[in-house]
Every structure is written in structure tokens, then in C-alpha cells.
């Protein structure tokens, strides 16, 4: 298991290499110097270059003929404006810029990078990396034992036009005498 984690790390790059400046004082470290990080131009002209309908496709964002893209970011709406290289926000009615070259370099490489899969497909890759077991819950679920004697269960379910998806986390009931500590009382 080991080397399989292992093998799908990716290299990381120095930031300069990259095109990323930030003040001397402040490289290396995020609070102090992510206030001066620029957006590489490359960033824009890639996902200039890309076809809008397969972005919005892969990242689930909506096509603005206007702007460029709409998306959800942390369940708040945001324009990501191709033609002026900058960010929107949705707010009563009309539009505030956003001035946030760390959400924008995240978005813009969000929407280059997005892969279209089922989170099933995803939620399998994870627990079978980690030794999981396919169960019969939900739309899909495995097993996967963090202790030697507690199981863990993770069932998901894909939502439809009722139910929006959601996961859930379960513990054996056997957790209830693992979980016995000295002290008062129960935890």
C-alpha cells in the first residue's frame, strides 16, 4: 500500500519557477506574503485556450456568455470574468469585485484541472487505497477499520431531485467498548 501511495505523488514546484511572486520577506511563508501573490498570466490564457462547454462540463460551473463562468465556491456564487482577468461576487442584486489572487489562481486552476467523475468513483479509489471493503448501504459504501477491532463505515448517496447527496459516517457498535476511558461518566 506504501508504494502505491507513493507513486502517485506528484513533485512539488518552488512557487518562483512557477511564476508566483511574493514579497523576499514573506516567501515561504503563507500569512505574511500571500497578500503580494500575482496570478501568473498563464493561468488566464490557458483557460482562455480551453472549450467553455467541456470546463463547465468537468467543473460543473455555468457558462456566463458575458463574464465567462459561474460557480460555487464554499456554496457562495462566484464570476470568474475571462475577458477582464478578475473575480465577482453575486450580492443584492448587483456585483462586487473581488480582490483575491490566492481564490483566483484556486479557481482558475480548478476549472483547467476538473475531472468529471462520480464521487463514487472517487469514494472507491480512497477506500480501496486504504484497504476498504465494498458494503451494501446507500448508493455506495465500503468499510475500512481504522482499529484492528472497530469498523468504520462510509455510505454515501448520490441525491436526486428530493434528497440532495450526502455522507455518512458510522462506527461498529463495537466502538462502545473501545471508547471506555477512566474518568466519570461517559464520554
Not at 51 to 57: A, G, I, P, Y
Not at 84 to 105: F, H, Q, V, Y
Not at 144 to 157: A, I
Request: one cysteine or more; aromatic letters at 10%.
Amino acid at each position: 500500500m506504501l508504494k502505491t501511495l507513493s507513486t502517485r505523488r506528484r513533485r512539488i514546484h518552488d512557487p518562483v519557477e512557477q511564476g508566483y511572486t511574493m514579497s523576499p520577506a514573506g516567501y515561504g511563508t503563507m500569512p505574511d506574503g500571500i497578500e503580494n501573490l500575482k496570478v501568473p498570466q498563464l493561468h488566464w490564457d490557458a483557460l482562455a485556450q480551453l472549450d467553455r462547454k467541456d470546463v463547465c462540463r468537468r467543473s460543473r460551473a455555468a457558462k456566463d456568455p458575458e463574464y465567462g463562468f459561474r460557480l460555487l465556491f464554499l456554496n457562495r456564487e462566484v464570476i470568474v470574468d475571462t475577458k477582464n482577468r478578475c473575480l465577482w461576487a453575486t450580492e443584492n442584486n448587483g456585483m462586487k469585485k473581488i480582490d483575491d489572487s490566492l481564490l483566483a489562481l484556486i479557481l482558475l486552476v480548478y476549472l483547467q484541472n476538473a475531472v468529471d467523475i462520480k464521487p463514487e468513483n472517487i469514494m472507491a479509489a480512497a477506500a480501496e487505497a486504504l484497504g476498504g471493503t465494498r458494503e451494501a448501504y446507500g448508493d455506495i459504501s465500503y468499510r475500512l477499520y481504522p482499529f484492528p477491532r472497530n469498523p468504520l463505515y462510509y455510505l454515501l448517496w448520490e441525491g436526486d431531485d428530493d434528497f440532495p447527496p450526502s455522507l455518512t459516517v458510522c462506527f461498529d457498535r463495537s466502538i462502545k467498548m473501545a471508547r471506555r476511558v477512566p474518568g466519570p461518566g461517559p464520554i
